[in-house]
């Protein structure tokens, strides 16, 4: 699965996973609270594509009728193959006002929440969420069987505390001690970052599914290399300057069509260094990125890029 990215994982993004071989799709994170006052940039977010499916639309908030009225709606204007909801995010932003991982710290409103919008909709719930909240926190443990009990239909977890944020490793073994709590299947998230460790993380874990989230930035390659590399035990040859180029390209393309080319434009860049992150003598690409005022100017730059790196 493509894990779920605020600013990053956009529908033009998604689209490209899924060509390369993702086989399930969360949106970035949703306000309820932005969805029950009808504010438009949230609305925004919930556009995808039938191709996408199947997706899941993902809520953030902490009141359980909020989270129930947005998942009504979310239901019946988009119609999702399920809700996840985000009991996982770090940011102060967030979990100063009781979101995100801040739901940790209060298991009886967490399940609660859960009920609320399992009632709300027809198809299935699931939950995100990380090992606890305090380093050495292992609240997840507890509250996961409780979730499992009030019928969410899977569990995501990321194997690090809130007081982590991204430092430190992703616990594998705390995962796998989830796992054994639990009778739904078990999605493990944190650090899958290529083939060998996406099996180590499924060895380890003995998770269901696995989640990838900042190794799948600029690199939609990774799921068509995991699943080769799980089937074959063979590693895929990196994407060719060509590859590379048209997927750059076609990305900026739809993102243009999808948010205006503005937009597109300045968002790209971002996604410009991701795709670029690994490629070798790849500095200078990456700054003049960031000089790209239209998709004429990225095309322009990609294009010289590839014909100076296509070798035979
Ligand atoms: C830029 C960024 C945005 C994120 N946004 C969300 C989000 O909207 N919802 C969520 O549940 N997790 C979010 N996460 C966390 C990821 O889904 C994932 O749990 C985390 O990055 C660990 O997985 P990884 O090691 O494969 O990256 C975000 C992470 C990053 C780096």
């Keep these: 699965m493509l894990a779920p990215m605020a600013g990053a994982t956009d529908q033009a993004f998604r689209e490209i996973a899924k060509d390369y071989g993702c086989d399930f799709l969360v949106s970035e994170m949703v306000s309820a609270k932005g969805l029950v006052y009808d504010n438009q940039r949230t ?22 009728q909020t989270m129930a009225e947005a998942a009504r709606r979310i ?38 929440i859960v009920e609320s919008v399992r009632q709300a909709v027809d198809i299935p719930v699931t939950v995100k969420l990380r090992l606890g909240w305090a380093d050495g926190d292992l609240s997840a443990l507890q509250l996961s069987p409780r979730l499992n009990a009030v019928g969410v239909h899977w569990i ?49 874990t003995e998770a269901d599914h696995i989640m990838i989230g900042r190794a799948a930035l600029g690199n939609p390659w990774i799921f068509r290399e995991i699943k080769t590399y799980l089937d074959t035990g063979i590693i895929p040859e990196m994407p ?15 993102a243009a069509e999808l948010k205006g080319e503005l937009r597109a434009v300045f968002e790209m ?36 890029w590839q014909e100076a790196n296509c070798v035979g």
Aim: hydrophobic residues 40%; contains cysteine; aromatic residues 6%.
């Design 75 to 112: 239901a019946d204007q988009v119609a999702p193959d399920m809700i996840d909801i985000n009991m996982g995010c770090p940011t102060p932003k967030i979990v100063k006002n009781g979101d995100g991982a801040a739901l940790l710290q209060d298991p009886d409103l967490a399940v609660r």
């Design 156 to 204: 995501t977890v990321h194997g690090r505390t809130r007081q982590q944020f991204y430092s430190g490793h992703a616990d594998w073994d705390a995962i796998r001690a989830i796992k054994k709590q639990i009778t739904v299947p078990l999605v493990a998230n944190g650090d899958i970052r290529s083939p060998e460790t996406a099996a180590e993380a499924l060895r380890r």
């Design 43 to 64: 609305k925004d977010l919930l556009a995808f594509s039938d191709k996408e499916r199947p997706l899941a639309i993902q809520l953030f908030g902490n009141e359980p």
């Design 269 to 304: 860049r971002a996604h410009v260094a991701w795709y670029f992150k690994h490629v070798p003598y790849s500095a200078e690409i990456r700054r003049r990125a960031n000089h790209c005022k239209s998709v004429a100017d990225y095309q322009r730059l990609l294009t010289s």
């Design 240 to 254: 060719t300057a060509h590859e590379r180029v048209t997927v750059i390209l076609r990305h900026l393309h739809r």
